[in-house]
């Protein structure tokens, strides 16, 4: 159990190796942004692996406190990628 005024920190990771993507198409706006609050289920980025594209889902609800990850960055297997306090 938290004490008041404690916060859980939620990392959110990606389990395989490609390019992360904070939009979903070059220059367009960013899915999440530091400060902004998300539901489980949100998108929060994308990787691309190969041809394929897959979305990064927030698992909680919560505030966004860091995005470890630039627009085009290459991730590896269990990169932290987007950081969510609830």
């Given at each position: 159990m938290?004490?008041p005024?404690?916060?859980?920190?939620?990392?959110r990771r990606?389990?395989?190796?490609?390019?992360?993507?904070?939009?979903?198409?070059?220059?367009?706006?960013p899915?999440v942004?530091?400060?902004q609050?998300?539901?489980?289920?949100?998108?929060l980025?994308?990787?691309?692996?190969?041809?394929?594209?897959?979305?990064?889902?927030a698992?909680?609800?919560?505030?966004?406190t860091?995005?470890?990850?630039?627009?085009?960055d290459?991730?590896?297997?269990?990169?932290?990628?987007v950081?969510?306090?609830?």
């Open positions: 938290l004490s005024g404690r916060r859980l920190e939620a990392g990606f389990p395989s190796v490609g390019v992360f993507r904070r939009a979903s198409r070059n220059g367009g706006a899915f942004e530091i400060g609050n998300v539901t489980a289920g949100d998108v980025g994308n990787v691309k692996v190969l041809t394929l594209t897959m979305p990064i889902e698992m909680t609800d919560g505030v966004v860091a995005i470890a990850a630039d627009d085009g290459p991730v590896e297997y269990g990169t932290p990628l950081t969510i306090a609830s």
